[in-house]
């Protein structure tokens, strides 16, 4: 008779399905929002890894920002010293002639910058403003310098026409996270920025877009600024990340100020979470100081606005720039290493 030895209990076996795979490329605000927790030297470490793996070390883009139409803006951004209700002291100007930008272009490409960008305060432009604005992009091209400009918002057969003058990038910033942003502007849709960003890449433009710190938001609206950014898709070419400039007689003039810390983690996880773009320190950098702007290039940034003025605010001027780049082995982009600035008060870019 055959004995039946007793067998050992076996583990019940739960079938789940599998997990999905994330999206690639899929950011949530809530990783976002971990890697602005994130220890600032693990943070900044990371960040410049995730530099090194794209981008050449010490590599940096030199844009210099016009304003051709200064102010009159009928929008209501409070932010903004151009926008017509506020009392600001900027004036409503023209579109500038020709001569004036060509004048203005060669001068920022004898500094050393390789991308002109052209402002003009206009909610949308009409067609016979894309019309001369057109005629503005073809004079700067022919310098041989990338042409950016940032006009409003853009029907779709506006931006195949700019795309046709050569317009290289458009810019049309996102500004905050979608949940604020009626709280700093409420004569657009945040819609109606996705929808213009859509019309600049079906155009087979690159995007420049990014957004602005420092205006009373909370850190979750931050990082669902980066949200936004990064799960654009593709997301931007030019990323900017501008710390508000306080101006007198905008509703946020009395802002308190982002701690200069958390505007360097902005800038760290922009670079992380768009390795391959060029972020770049906007307004708002002539309040960081040295120290700050370094710890800026640390964690990726590798694009700067280079000149005295962005549109009507201050910026930190040419000399100082210079100066800077070359106390920290920086090299404007397409300048050979023998042409890194070096600091003395008598050195011009």
């Known amino acids: ?48 890894t995730v530099h090194r793996r794209h981008w050449p070390a010490g590599d940096i883009e030199l844009a210099t920002l016009l304003s051709v139409k200064t102010g009159g803006c009928p929008e209501n951004c409070g932010y903004c010293p151009q926008a017509a209700e506020f009392d600001t002291g900027v004036k409503a100007d023209k579109l500038m002639a020709v001569d004036e930008v060509l004048r203005a272009a060669q001068a920022a490409k004898d500094a050393g910058a390789t991308r002109f ?3 003009a305060a206009w909610r949308a432009p009409k067609d016979r403003d894309i019309e001369k604005v057109s005629e503005l992009i073809g004079a700067v091209k022919g310098l041989g310098l990338q042409t950016c400009a940032t006009l409003g918002m853009l029907e779709g057969h506006q931006a195949q026409a700019l795309k046709d003058a050569g317009l290289d990038y458009y810019n049309h910033n996102l500004d905050t996270a979608p949940e604020y942003y009626t709280d700093v502007v409420s004569t657009r849709a945040y819609q109606d920025r996705l929808d213009t960003l859509q019309h ?4 087979g433009i690159s995007v420049c877009c990014g957004g602005i710190v420092g205006m009373g938001e909370a850190p979750v609206h931050r990082a669902g600024l980066i949200a936004q950014l990064a799960n654009l898709n593709p997301y931007p070419e030019s990323v900017p990340i ?6 007198p007689g905008t509703p946020l003039a009395d802002s308190d100020p982002i701690d200069p810390l958390d505007f360097v983690r902005m800038i760290a996880v922009a670079r992380i979470t768009m390795p391959k773009a060029r ?14 702007q370094a710890l800026c ?49 008598a050195c011009c870019p």
């Open 297 to 345: 290039f640390l964690a990726g940034a590798n694009s700067i606005f280079y000149g005295d003025k962005l549109l009507v605010t201050g910026n930190p001027d040419v000399e100082a720039d210079v100066q800077l780049l070359g106390k920290l082995g920086l090299v404007a982009t397409g300048q050979a290493a023998t042409h890194v600035p070096q600091v003395s008060a």
């Open 117 to 119: 960008c052209m402002g």
């Open 242 to 247: 501008n710390s508000l400039v306080r101006v």
């Open 1 to 48: 008779m055959e004995s039946h030895a007793l067998s050992t209990p076996q583990p019940i076996q739960l079938h789940r399905p599998a997990p999905k795979p994330a999206v690639q490329g899929e950011w949530s605000v809530a990783a976002i929002q971990a890697l602005l927790d994130t220890p600032l030297m693990d943070l900044l470490f990371q960040a410049q």
């Open 279 to 292: 972020v770049r320190l906007s307004a708002g950098r002539q309040q960081l100081g040295e120290a700050v």
């Open 200 to 203: 600049v890449r079906s155009a």
